[in-house]
T-cell receptor, first 113, second 114 residues
Framework: AQSVAQPEDQVNVAEGNPLTVKCTYSVSGNPYLFWYVQYPNRGLQFLLK??????LVKGSYGFEAEFNKSQTSFHLKKPSALVSDSALYFC???????????FGKGTTLSVSS | DAGITQSPRHKVTETGTPVTLRCHQTENHRYMYWYRQDPGHGLRLIHYSYGVKDTDKGEVSDGYSVSRSKTEDFLLTLESATSSQTSVYFCAISESRGVNTEAFFGQGTRLTVV
């Protein structure tokens, strides 16, 4: 069965520093991976996705993600964090049937000024 | 947010009463989903629909039913609400079932069962 794990409940970084939000996956077959962000009292917003091709995927708001097949990871990164990046981040993978997304438990990112 | 409207946005109901949540989309997307979000669990799929009158169960479907009589509307019904169904419910849509297709989410409905 497809699954993703987000090993950190919370990540704290200072504004201007690089940030990483971790995600590991377990899939049978090719992985199709996604990152979403949720701001308080809002729905989830799509950030980026990995299908095939380049291991570094660029997305919205300056975020990027690095796909690593040998480590089964898909970490979300940003070179310089902003206070406005503070939010809840979800990693997700398509289920085998392709009918739905399976989400991790989420990581709260807190960026301090 | 993509053209997705959830109603109501907030609801408090009593244990044992029926509750229906509505999701309306203006994108003409074929696939629609209901998820629930709970602390420590992330989002879990309740039911999904792949067309009018075509629905299937997700991971946590017990106690829930759905209906889709029109492309644009997907209803989630709690036949007899329980306190364990207190949650935030999100509707999502996607254009296809392709593995490279992202889903777009509504604003959510906060349901409290007392």
């Amino acid at each position: 069965a497809q699954s993703v794990a987000q090993p950190e409940d919370q990540v704290n970084v200072a504004e201007g520093n690089p940030l990483t939000v971790k995600c590991t996956y377990s899939v049978s077959g090719n992985p199709y991976l996604f990152w979403y962000v949720q701001y308080p009292n809002r729905g989830l917003q799509f950030l980026l996705k990995y299908i095939t091709g380049d291991n570094l995927v660029k997305g919205s708001y300056g975020f990027e993600a690095e796909f690593n097949k040998s480590q089964t990871s898909f970490h979300l990164k940003k070179p310089s964090a902003l206070v406005s990046d503070s939010a809840l981040y979800f990693c997700a993978v398509r289920n085998q049937a392709g009918t739905a997304l399976i989400f991790g438990k989420g990581t709260t990112l807190s960026v301090s000024s | 947010d993509a053209g997705i409207t959830q109603s109501p946005r907030h609801k408090v109901t009593e244990t044992g009463t029926p509750v229906t949540l509505r999701c309306h989309q203006t994108e003409n997307h074929r696939y629609m989903y209901w998820y629930r979000q709970d602390p420590g669990h992330g989002l879990r799929l309740i039911h999904y629909s792949y067309g009018v009158k075509d629905t299937d169960k997700g991971e946590v479907s017990d106690g829930y039913s759905v209906s889709r009589s029109k492309t644009e509307d997907f209803l989630l019904t709690l036949e007899s609400a329980t306190s364990s169904q207190t949650s935030v419910y999100f509707c999502a849509i996607s254009e296809s079932r392709g593995v490279n297709t992202e889903a777009f989410f509504g604003q959510g409905t906060r349901l409290t069962v007392v």
